[in-house]
């Protein structure tokens, strides 16, 4: 990403790298927790561990914020997480669609952190139409025709794709036709959307073959897993 300038709301603004928008949520989560402990300033090693990086790498990525904290002090943990969550948008409230309501579309329909993160669930959409109606908390499902309806209804920005693989490009692209422009996408395929619509893949099966790439290099040499 180019380290570009410009002005937002008055204040100039610099680009910020992705590989620093990934950890920025950790460190809001980090915040939050020792917030909640009753902590009222963190020095950049503490907040450092208790985010799982080094210190030096998130001094570098608080750097793209501006200077928050006190050479001595550290940093003020509520005023820190409020231009964390105002940076990465979260202190608005976010309007998501799910697409898919299978045992990982419940799921994610039922969990309650979305909330307090700034992401409320208005939609719960599925293509089987003898799901309709079905309650999953306070919200019903609608069949996926509703969809351009529901978005337009809601304002929202950001869909989730909770389908199988052979059904979410379709669905990516009615999401795009509606008017949604982030998509965060758990089905196994690769998504071909336009500029301008961004998607980030949640795949837990990589995950997993990641640990077990370094569970197989933990073993001794010639060392074989039991069945």
């Not at 997480?81 to 990465?88: L, V």
């Not at 379709?170 to 999401?175: C, K, P």
Request: hydrophobic letters at 40%.
């Amino acid at each position: 990403m180019n380290q570009l300038r410009a002005q937002a709301n008055g204040r100039p603004v610099l680009g910020i790298p992705e590989a620093t928008v990934a950890r920025l949520p950790i460190y809001l989560r980090a915040l939050t927790g020792l917030g909640e402990t009753g902590m009222r300033t963190v020095s950049s090693e503490q907040l450092a561990a208790a985010a799982g990086v080094n210190s030096a790498k998130l001094r570098k990525d608080l750097s793209y914020l501006g200077s928050y904290g006190t050479r001595g002090v550290g940093y003020d943990v509520e005023y820190l997480r409020y231009q964390i969550a105002r940076e990465i948008g979260v202190n608005q409230d976010w309007a998501v669609v799910i697409i898919g309501i299978g045992n990982l579309g419940q799921a994610l329909s039922n969990y309650g952190g979305f909330r307090s993160r700034g992401f409320r669930i208005v939609a719960l959409i599925d293509g089987d139409r003898s799901r309709v109606g079905e309650m999953h908390g306070d919200l019903p499902i609608h069949h996926i025709e509703k969809l351009d309806e529901l978005v337009a209804e809601h304002a929202c920005s950001i869909g989730v794709i909770a389908t199988p693989g052979d059904a979410a490009q379709e669905v990516a692209d009615r999401l795009v036709a509606a008017g949604v422009t982030s998509i965060l996408n758990f089905a196994p395929a690769v998504l071909a959307v336009p500029d301008g619509v961004d998607v980030r893949k949640v795949d837990l099966s990589i995950e997993l073959q990641i640990l077990a790439y370094h569970e197989q290099r933990k073993r001794a040499p010639g060392e074989e897993v039991q069945a």
